[in-house]
């Protein structure tokens, strides 16, 4: 059981290239994430997706797309990088615990840097 | 106005020490709140999540929840070197999937 998973744990790109951020998770759960985390600010939620074929905007949605591949599968895309776009990303998932509400589990993190 | 506020820190204790950590917020329709501690380079690792106002226990950590005051706590006695981390506060609503977090408090306990 390796709960979340994230591919690649480290990038760097240059400002225009694309790449694609992919997360996995073997808990069943329903409901993905994608955050980014700065230095003062905190977890920034950028998409979730509360079931297969759904997703919905975050707070920083701009200049990125998800795909909710399968109930398994998240990945995050820059179609375009820009230096602004540095910054360690996270992948959650969330399922039901006995108290009957969702808590969530991250991955390990993807760190990128745009230069 | 944030709807989650936490202290950054820096704090520093000494071994052996009580840690209190402290997160207010906005929203009343916040009903469930979690403790999530991050070591550096890692992700968030759940602590802690509890629904009621009060204390939950769990070992050495206890999360304390004021829903009047809109105040959560997490308690760490008889602190240890393997604590130091980043100490994050989440909540959400009873409905919904979103989660909001603060934006953690660094911990150093020294040997």
């Known amino acids: 059981n390796a709960g979340v998973t994230q591919t690649p744990k480290f990038q760097v790109l240059k400002t225009g290239q694309s790449m694609t951020l992919q997360c996995a998770q073997d808990m069943n759960h329903n409901s993905m994430y994608w955050y980014r985390q700065d230095p003062g600010m905190g977890l920034r939620l950028i998409y979730y997706?509360?079931?297969?074929?759904?997703?919905d905007k975050g707070e920083v949605p701009n200049g990125y797309n998800v795909s909710r591949l399968n109930k398994r599968e998240f990945s995050l895309r820059l179609e375009s990088a820009a230096p602004s776009q540095t910054s360690v990303y996270f992948c959650?998932?969330?399922?039901?615990?006995?108290?009957?509400?969702?808590?969530?589990?991250f991955g390990p993190g993807t760190r990128l840097l745009v230069l | 106005q944030k709807e989650v506020e936490q202290d950054p820190g820096p704090l520093s204790v000494p071994e052996g020490a009580i840690v209190s950590l402290n997160c207010t917020y906005s929203?009343?329709?916040?009903?469930?709140f979690m403790w999530y501690r991050q070591y550096s380079r890692k992700g968030p690792e759940l602590l802690m999540y509890t629904y009621s106002s009060g204390n939950k226990e769990d070992g050495r950590f206890t999360a304390q929840v004021d829903k009047s005051s809109k105040y959560i706590s997490l308690f760490i006695r008889d602190s240890q070197p393997s604590d130091s981390a980043t100490y994050l506060c989440a909540m959400s609503a009873w409905t919904g999937n979103q989660f909001y977090f603060g934006t953690g408090t660094s911990l150093t306990v020294i040997p």
């Open positions: 959650a998932s969330s399922g039901y615990e006995t108290l009957g509400r969702e808590t969530q589990y």
């Open positions: 997706s509360a079931s297969e074929g759904t997703t």
């Open positions: 929203n009343s329709a916040f009903q469930y």
